[in-house]
């Protein structure tokens, strides 16, 4: 399972628009840029209350990419 797809399941759990996500992966020299957007009706589910969902699914993604040796960064787009 990629990164991507990772972000991806857990958003598309927290959303009432699934087919609503696109997450686009931007690879630079020294970190991987996933930009995230969503239905403006579900920003605040992804985001949560003071960022907590955001917050959790940073740090989901700062554990899973210490095995790729990669640095991943989570940018969520407002539309």
Known sequence: MTMKQLIEGIVHALV???GEVQLK???GDHAHLLELSVAPGD????IGKGGAHASAIRTLMTAASGK???????EIIED
Not at 68 to 74: D, M, N, Q, T, V
Request: net charge neutral; aromatic share 6%; proline share 6%.
């Open 25 to 27: 992966e931007v690879v």
């Open 16 to 18: 009432d628009e699934p």
């Open 68 to 74: 790729e040796k990669k640095r991943y960064i989570l």
């Open 43 to 46: 920003l605040g589910k992804v």
